[in-house]
Each structure stands twice: as C-alpha cells, then as structure tokens.
C-alpha cells in the first residue's frame, strides 16, 4: 500500500479534460510540496510538475497541478493519445524521517 | 545535455551483495541531490534513498535501511548503492535521479537514468 493514494484508473476521449487525484496526510502533501511524474510505457519516469502548480520548461501547459490540504490533483486539458501514459505523485514526508513517498500511480487511457 | 547512467545490476542470489553505480554529467554534480528510486515489475515507483550534495544528509527507506548503503564520489561524479543482504522482493529496475534545487535534499527528480535491473533469485 503507498503512502500516497491515487486511483488506480483514469481514462477520456481526445480533447477532453481529465483529472487525477492523489489523497495523503498532514505529514506528507500536507506540509510538503507536491510532484507529478509521467512515464511512458517502456521509459523513465519524466518530471511533470514540481512544487504543487509549476511546471518545468518543455512541458506544455494542457499540464496543470493544484493542492488543497492534504489532497492534489493533476489535470490535462485538450487531451491527446500520446497523454496515455501512468502518471505518479510525489512528496516528501515528515512523519518517516524525511523520506520520499509515491503514490501507486494512474493508468490513463486515451480511448 | 544532463545524462545519468546506471550500471551495475543483473541476476543475484538471497542474501548476496550488489554494488550499483551512476556516472553522471551535463550538470555540476556536486551542487545536486541525488536519489535512488525502484520499481519492481509491473508496480509503482518506490524511493529508495537520497545523499545530499556534501553527503551531510542521508535517508533511507524502511524497506533497505540497515541493508542498503548511499553514497557519492564528487571527484568522479558518481553516485553509488551498496546492497547487502539482497531479497526477492528487492527485485526492481533501480533508477538514478537527480534533485531538482540547487544543494536542496528535498526536491523534485527533475532527470533520470534509464535504469539497471536487479534481479534477487535462486
């Protein structure tokens, strides 16, 4: 079970807009930034969204993150088939001395 | 160009050792954190331990601590795993990441290794 929970399951049609969530505690999103990675099937995970909202240059901005408490999500406007991909949250956490947490990921499918 | 290339992993029995490297360039190495993630096959990602960029701060998984050593050779811009007492559910890819601030320990992975598999059985 990872410390971070998100559904295991995500999917949408081209050009829609999707969201993907990711529930935690106090110790962790609570008090702690938020990062979102991608992997593409068979590749290294690519950074997507760093503290909470920003995102690193090259990643278009149909890319979005928002937190609120202890929760965040990660949103994709004008959604495309190469958007089909599992997509993870991060954070670090308080409560663990310090260490690094994932959530299970999301496996979007672009239908 | 930044570039992170794991080596070091293949087939070893239970309770063997393994010595994971990372050659890295393209950046100031030892300006950067830098991390060590898994992920067993078909499963999710799993950090795995992080050296800060002078070594001064160190952290573990409760999953390897005790078992899994971090450390870093700025002279060679090289960042090293030593795994001991290997199990079956160590069996991962392991990737190497980079911190993403500068001499900040906790921050995003902003690169990564393409990774080297470990794989734990008799």
């Known amino acids: 079970q990872s410390v971070l929970t998100q559904p295991p399951s995500a999917s949408g049609t081209p050009g829609q807009r999707v969201t993907i969530s990711c529930s935690g505690s106090s110790s962790n999103i609570g008090s702690n930034y938020v990062y979102w990675y991608q992997q593409l099937p068979g590749t290294a995970p690519k950074l997507l969204i760093y503290?909470?909202?920003q995102r690193p240059s090259g990643v278009p901005d149909r890319f979005s993150g928002s937190k609120s408490g202890t929760s965040a999500s990660l949103a994709i406007s004008g959604l495309r088939s190469e958007d089909e991909a599992d997509y993870y949250c991060?954070?670090?956490?308080?409560?663990?001395?310090?260490?690094?947490?994932f959530g299970g990921g999301t496996k979007l499918t672009v239908l | 160009e930044v570039q992170l290339v794991e080596s070091g992993g293949g087939l070893v029995q239970p309770g063997r050792s393994l010595r994971l490297s990372c050659a890295a360039s393209?950046?100031?190495?030892?300006?950067?954190?830098m991390h060590w993630v898994r992920q067993a096959p078909g499963k999710g990602l799993e950090w795995v331990s992080g050296i800060s960029w002078n070594s001064g701060s160190i952290g573990y998984a409760d999953s390897v601590k005790g078992r899994f050593t971090i450390s870093r050779d700025n002279a060679k811009n090289s960042l090293y795993l030593q795994m001991n007492s290997l199990r079956a559910e160590d069996t991962a890819l392991y990737y190497c990441a980079k911190g993403g601030e500068w001499l900040r320990f906790r921050s995003q992975f902003d690169y990564w290794g393409q990774g080297t598999l470990v794989t734990v059985s008799s």
């Open positions: 991060a954070a670090w956490d308080d409560s663990l001395s310090g260490q690094g947490v």
């Open positions: 393209g950046f100031t190495f030892d300006d950067y954190a």
């Open positions: 503290r909470n909202n």
